[in-house]
């Protein structure tokens, strides 16, 4: 069974309030370049935490 | 000479020792007590219980990396802890059981000058009648806490989807196995895992997929959740993480806490008082996490454990641990400098450290059973732990006893988090997410605790590549290889 289709899927109840990717999206999630461009971005927003947690640590006299 | 004991040898322990030797060198000695003879990079466990990894890819052995730094190994279990040392010895000391090394059962007793307890959790199946005793997992369900559990529930899967390929429909439970368990992330990323590999064998139609959790929502992971900003949006986890299992077509049973787990089924009580039963033929339920059990004793022998630790076994450390509402809940209860308040020479890191009150609002059923997913404190925040207590350490030994410690407060803190939901370089995915901070201050960030431009996350086969890269880098340092401390933790 490959992704649920829409109609279905929000025919359950438990399902309904929720949002899922069309096929555009679903697409883009596996697009080698964009996918790549987004590796990058989060690579630098993983810099960015990693030097704010460097910038919080301080040291404390006992 | 100074002697630094290190408990434990996961993320916390590891990184603490290893940067002590580096920052200390030969003047000092630095020794690590672990029961295990080998390493284990714990988020790949997840693809080990899918059957995508062998064991050996996520293990390596300890003694030759230690050897290679000049750190004292013994392959041994710490079982109590003497702060202030007894009649025959003037310095503290711990007492420790070989496991291995050709010592099994051989006791023996440990001076220290410095002494960090990163031992991480004792795995406690027993609590919940059926899932185990004491620490061993039960025949029932299966677990991905350990290698081992990963290889054996691998191997239970496989025997599901070969019934499934036979035609015979299959139920499959994953979660959490108590109401106070933590690791939500750990069972999240297997059950989407569990799920890829269903549709790509062909098989999804024959198998029926079910969340249970004692998470009060979807997306809880025991943070409280999170608001995250993705692709111009700020969106809940929890309609992030009700969107993916929808999409999937999983089904999920929140708010749950498992009373008893039998053969085939369990039964659960939820938050209302309700209680219900789940069956499954195939079942990963992750058991809550308590402290191994060290016990304390001062200088005439007299039982000191409650001075040292909390009930639930984790270490007493410079966190406000006093009785309090939820609503007077702050980010400065929680720990800053790690070390004991009692015995200033001793610290915990990691998951071993006694979190001063969860992050998620803490929940009791009409029973009287509490229903509330204890903080994670494991990965990125492990090792960044571990590291500060390792610069307290050498500063104290270098500076005199005034230090300076070094702060890692979790309230102070972001994490960079990757949760698999299926491999392969082109078909696999994972939701990439950074949390800032950890533990969420209201002060601080009115709205959701958190700032909300730097807690961000999305989903692509980038998060999988992500993971993949992280898989190897983080064992590269590990081993010690060139260039390891450059790799942030």
């Avoid at chain 2, 033929?281 to 308590?290: G, N, R």
């Avoid at chain 2, 720990?335 to 200033?344: F, I, R």
């Avoid at chain 2, 997913?373 to 732990?385: E, V």
Wanted: glycine letters at 10%; a neutral charge; hydrophobic letters at 40%.
């Amino acid at each position: 069974m490959s992704i649920i289709k829409e109609e279905l899927n929000f025919a359950d109840p438990q399902f309904e309030t929720t949002m899922i990717p069309g096929k555009f999206q679903r697409a883009m999630r596996h697009c080698i370049l964009w996918q790549f461009i987004r590796m990058v971005f989060f690579g630098f927003r993983s810099i960015g935490i990693i030097l704010l947690n460097r910038r919080n640590e301080r040291d404390i006299p006992v | 000479m100074t002697r630094v004991v290190v408990m434990g040898g996961g993320v916390a322990g590891h990184t603490a020792a290893t940067f002590l030797k580096k920052w200390l060198g030969d003047a000092h000695e630095v020794i690590v007590v672990t029961p295990n003879s080998h390493w284990n990079w714990i988020p790949s466990n997840i693809w080990v219980g899918v059957g995508r990894m062998n064991k050996e890819q996520v293990l390596f052995p300890l003694a030759p990396i230690y050897a290679k730094a000049g750190i004292d190994y013994r392959q041994s279990k710490a079982l109590s802890i003497h702060p202030e040392g007894d009649e025959q010895h003037e310095k503290p000391f711990i007492t420790i059981e070989y496991t291995g090394q050709n010592k099994e059962g051989q006791s023996e007793e440990l001076e220290y000058d410095y002494l960090i307890n990163a031992t991480g959790p004792k795995l406690n199946f027993g609590a919940t009648p059926g899932l185990g005793k004491g620490s061993q997992i039960g025949e029932h369900t299966v677990s991905v806490c350990t290698a081992d559990h990963a290889l054996h529930a691998s191997r239970e899967l496989q025997e599901i989807f070969n019934k499934a390929r036979r035609g015979e429909k299959q139920k499959i439970l994953v979660g959490t196995g108590h109401g106070t368990c933590t690791c939500q992330g750990a069972a999240f990323e297997y059950i989407l895992n569990i799920e890829h590999e269903a549709r790509k064998a062909g098989i999804r139609d024959k198998v029926d997929i079910k969340w249970i959790s004692n998470e009060p929502y979807l997306g809880d992971f025991g943070m409280d959740g999170m608001h995250l900003g993705s692709m111009g949006y700020v969106m809940s986890a929890k309609l992030l993480g009700e969107s993916l299992f929808a999409e999937r077509g999983i089904h999920w049973l929140l708010d749950a806490h498992v009373n008893e787990v039998q053969e085939g089924k369990l039964s659960y009580e939820q938050i209302d008082g309700s209680e219900g039963e789940e069956a499954f033929d195939f079942a990963m339920l992750i058991p809550p996490f308590s402290g191994v059990g060290l016990k304390a004793y001062d200088k005439a022998g007299e039982e000191i454990t409650d001075k040292l630790f909390l009930p639930n076994g984790f270490m007493k450390v410079d966190a406000d641990y006093s009785a309090k509402p939820y609503a007077e809940w702050k980010a400065s209860d929680w720990p800053v400098t790690y070390h004991n308040p009692d015995y200033g020479n001793i610290f915990a890191a990691g998951i071993a450290f006694a979190p001063p009150h969860p992050i998620s609002k803490p929940r009791k059923s009409p029973n009287g059973t509490m229903i509330t997913p204890m903080p994670p404190r494991t990965g990125m925040p492990s090792g960044t732990i571990g590291k500060a207590v390792a610069h307290s350490i050498k500063n104290l030994i270098l500076n005199g006893e005034h230090g300076p410690l070094r702060s890692a407060s979790m309230a102070e803190m972001g994490a960079i988090c990757v949760a698999s939901a299926g491999t392969g370089f082109k078909a696999g995915q994972a939701i990439s997410f950074t949390v800032y901070p950890i533990v969420k201050d209201f002060e601080k960030y009115p709205g959701t605790g958190r700032d909300t431009g730097r807690t961000y996350g999305e989903i692509g086969v980038s998060g999988h590549w992500i993971k993949y890269l992280l898989h190897h880098i983080f064992i590269y340092k590990a081993k010690l290889h060139p260039g390891w401390t450059l790799i942030p933790e």
